[in-house]
């Protein structure tokens, strides 16, 4: 029994380790596919209460630190998605105002300038 929780350990140490490269590539979709592959690592193990075991010890505290490591790059990358984002909705939102400060009706003319800027 205990080759099969190394195994189990093993495996979602790899996984995560995985994770945390494809991360680092911005390769979000394989992420997310190894984040699934993991879960029925992750529920074996509490099923088996295997992180109660002291021998484990040291193995939890690795595996702990990879999850946060990872968690702590998601949360970066999180942030920075927001930010692109708002740049992107203030970026369009000039390019309205330049469009519609461009925009001049065929039949403008001069007398009418009032009435157009009113209407806007």
Known sequence: MKVEQTCLLDSLQSLLEDQVELFRKSNFRAVEALAEKAEPLVREIAETKLFQQPK?????????????????????????VEKQLKQ?????????????????????????????????
């Open 88 to 120: 992107v909705a203030q970026g369009k939102k000039m390019l309205r105002k330049y469009h519609n400060a461009a925009y001049v009706p065929a039949n403008f003319v001069e007398n009418d300038k009032e009435n157009y800027e009113n209407k806007r």
């Open 56 to 80: 484990f010890d040291e193995r939890r505290k690795r595996l702990i630190k990879s999850y946060k490591t990872l968690e702590l790059m998601v949360e970066a990358g999180k942030v920075l």
